[in-house]
């Protein structure tokens, strides 16, 4: 319990501070938004016009520390400000209705890519020396590729070339948005080209973690002892080698899950994908500061969260790690 509560006080304090960064940042950047806002408008705007978008969007003239608490305040009752992209829409609103498109996108193909690399891994390490094998340099060599430059080739050719699948966007503009088995049928058809992108660009890490620990488990006194017992190859594979093997490739899943949230930005741009990571793009472009915020903010506390999820992983497998932690 003191284990439990030594990392809960840690990434509590460690959350303070990131959502005090997330505060600072836009705040100590050089510039009035509100004049960011009206900088495409030729000739001269008064004062009383920046005044009055500022007053608009909620932008506030008081001291840093008032806004700090202020924004704290804001905080706990969920309230993230107000989109200037998206005006008259809410950060949280935003983000709501783009949260789910990545979780679906990246948190799918983030699980595939354990379970397949993972199992292609197994297999790597117990056949070792034969044709199986190859996959490793075949892995690499996609993961290796950025995401963005794989997304644009699949795009030309499944998209482009053989018309198998659209170019862009989360579902088909005949549909509209519902738990309707159309809307679901065409959300997941856009869907396959962006996480096939995220997989096979993802995969090798899975392999190659599992293979490296699969072929050092596989050495252990107590593999021997399980094959002179005679036991299947199977069983000793899979209960004995496998299972003490998986146990870092379980600690850095639940990290990625984390990173779920952040979605792969660059696969979501290149596909125009309604998920976090283009409205993030989308804020940036617009110099949307409240929306940045959210978008940060939300990530990072879900990165936070994974982190604790995995050190409590942690501290249940492997008893020595609460000793003095």
């Given at each position: 319990?003191?284990?439990?509560?030594?990392?809960?006080?840690?990434?509590?304090?460690?959350?303070?501070?990131?959502i005090t960064i997330n505060f600072l940042v836009p705040h100590l950047m050089p510039g009035n938004p509100a004049q960011i806002l009206i900088a495409n408008f030729r000739g001269r705007v008064s004062p009383a016009a920046v005044h009055s978008i500022s007053a608009l969007f909620g932008l506030s003239h008081a001291s840093l520390w008032s806004?700090?608490?202020?924004?704290?305040?804001?905080?706990?009752?969920?309230?993230?400000?107000?989109?200037?992209?998206?005006?008259?829409a809410?950060?949280?609103?935003?983000?709501?209705?783009?949260?789910?498109?990545?979780?679906?996108?990246?948190?799918?193909?983030?699980?595939?890519?354990?379970?397949?690399?993972?199992?292609m891994g197994i297999g790597v390490a117990w056949r070792?020396?034969?044709?199986?094998?190859?996959?490793?340099?075949?892995?690499?060599?996609f993961?290796?590729?950025?995401?963005?430059?794989?997304?644009l080739v699949i795009v030309y050719i499944f998209g482009v070339l053989l018309h198998w699948f659209p170019l862009f966007g989360g579902y088909s503009s005949a549909t509209s948005v519902g738990w309707s088995w159309s809307f679901i049928a065409s959300?997941?058809?856009?869907?396959?080209?962006?996480?096939?992108?995220?997989?096979?660009?993802?995969?090798?890490?899975?392999?190659?973690?599992?293979?490296n620990m699969m072929i050092t488990t596989i050495g252990d006194d107590y593999i021997m002892l399980a094959e002179a017992e005679g036991l299947t190859e199977r069983r000793i594979m899979l209960a004995y080698a496998a299972r003490n093997?998986?146990?870092?490739?379980?600690?850095?899943?639940?990290?990625?899950?984390?990173?779920?949230?952040?979605?792969?930005?660059?696969?979501?741009?290149?596909?125009?994908?309604?998920?976090?990571?283009?409205?993030?793009y989308q804020a940036v472009d617009n110099e949307d500061y409240p929306l940045m915020q959210g978008v940060f903010l939300v990530i990072t506390l879900a990165v936070l969260a994974a982190n604790l999820v995995a050190d409590l992983c942690y501290g249940a497998l492997d008893p020595r790690t609460r000793q003095g932690g």
């Open positions: 319990m003191r284990y439990v509560m030594r990392r809960l006080g840690f990434y509590l304090l460690t959350a303070v501070v990131a806004q700090y608490l202020t924004y704290w305040g804001q905080l706990l009752h969920g309230n993230l400000g107000i989109s200037f992209s998206f005006y008259p809410t950060v949280a609103s935003v983000i709501e209705r783009s949260l789910p498109w990545t979780l679906w996108l990246v948190g799918t193909a983030t699980v595939i890519s354990f379970v397949v690399g993972t199992l070792r020396g034969s044709w199986a094998d190859v996959t490793v340099p075949v892995t690499t060599f993961s290796a590729v950025p995401y963005f430059w794989f997304g959300a997941f058809y856009y869907s396959i080209l962006p996480a096939t992108t995220i997989v096979v660009s993802s995969i090798a890490g899975w392999l190659l973690g599992m293979r093997a998986i146990l870092p490739s379980v600690a850095d899943f639940a990290l990625s899950l984390g990173f779920v949230v952040s979605g792969a930005i660059l696969t979501e741009i290149v596909f125009s994908y309604p998920g976090i990571g283009y409205v993030l």
